[in-house]
């Protein structure tokens, strides 16, 4: 497996492969891999010939009071869990690589963006957007996987291959969990013991809300009602969001019906600000 930071060197490689016919799929991510990651990159490796992983902290999706400075990083152990995980090549690219001097081309979404974390995180996509479309145009993959825990992301990363017609198949795979519930993050490293404890009311309300749910409640608010009063009884936690939306436009819904995603984004002890959710078609 190669590691390089240079755009170049990722783009003769992949010109290689497409010589020898390979197929290319690509996993964008920040590092500080875990299971989450590790299951795009499985999935990516059984489906395409050579896979890319990029490891990119990327300064645009960060607010200003936002975690960009502390965001976790660890190129050794990423590097191994790639290798062992089949990966071909890692770009890991530094932020000058990225933006050069001069840099002022974006992209940017409205309507899917207005919402949900775009609220609270208001230059958020627009930075993930004009990334992830860089890793497109650089490493051009047949293929690019992405995690449901960032629910909001992959309906915005859909809808931008599809505006903008880019020949690119977009793949979600499912979130993966510890073992008592917490959705895997490299911002659950941000926790103590205290509140690794309270993070669990995230899963915990989520798992209440699908059931509700399963279980014919069709009224949105009764929903977010139960799961916000459950969240409320932990102290450590404070409520970004509870939401039920339409996946596909990330419009609230008062009845519960069609391909709904339920979000929440909970702050716990001021550590860290945590996502989860569930999708269901009702
Ligand atoms: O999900 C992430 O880790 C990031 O938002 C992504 C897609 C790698 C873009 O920086």
């Given amino acids: 497996m190669k590691i390089t930071g240079k755009i170049n060197e990722v783009r003769n490689q992949v010109k290689e492969w497409r010589k020898e016919g390979l197929t290319v799929g690509l996993v ?3 590092g500080y891999l875990h299971e989450g990651h590790q299951s795009l990159i499985k999935r990516a490796v059984a489906e395409n010939d050579r896979v890319v992983v990029s490891i990119f902290v990327n300064p645009m999706q960060f607010g200003p009071t936002e975690d960009l400075e502390s965001y976790p990083r660890d190129l050794k152990a990423d590097s191994k869990l790639c290798e062992e995980t089949g990966a071909s090549l890692i770009f890991n690219p530094e932020p000058e690589e990225m933006y050069e001097d001069g840099f002022c081309s974006f992209v ?13 995180r208001p230059v958020h996509f627009r930075g993930v957007c004009t990334v992830v479309n860089k890793l497109f145009n650089i490493v051009k993959p047949d293929r690019a ?10 309906a915005v990363i859909k809808r931008m291959v599809k505006d903008l ?23 659950n490293t941000y926790l103590g013991e205290k509140e690794r404890e309270a993070a669990l009311i995230l899963s915990k309300s989520i798992f209440m809300g699908k059931k509700m749910v ?4 069709r009224d949105a608010e009764k929903v977010k009602k139960a799961m916000r009063d459950l969240i409320n009884t932990e102290p450590l936690a404070d409520i970004d969001y509870v939401e039920i939306v339409d996946v596909n436009t990330m419009k609230s819904m008062e009845k519960i019906s069609g391909e709904i995603l339920c979000a929440i984004a ?5 550590k860290a600000r945590l996502i989860d959710n569930f999708m ?3």
């Avoid at 963006?113 to 609220?119: F, K, M, S, V």
């Fill in 165 to 187: 017609n880019m020949d690119i198949e977009i793949v979600g795979c499912p979130i993966i969990r510890e073992a008592d519930g917490l959705a895997k993050s490299s911002r």
């Fill in 266 to 270: 909970v702050n716990i002890g001021g």
């Fill in 28 to 30: 964008p991510t920040m």
């Fill in 108 to 120: 940017d979404m409205t309507g899917l963006t207005n919402a949900l974390c775009g609220l609270s």
């Fill in 214 to 217: 399963e279980d014919g409640e």
């Fill in 280 to 282: 269901l078609m009702v």
């Fill in 145 to 154: 996987y992405f995690g449901e825990k960032d629910a909001q992301q992959l």
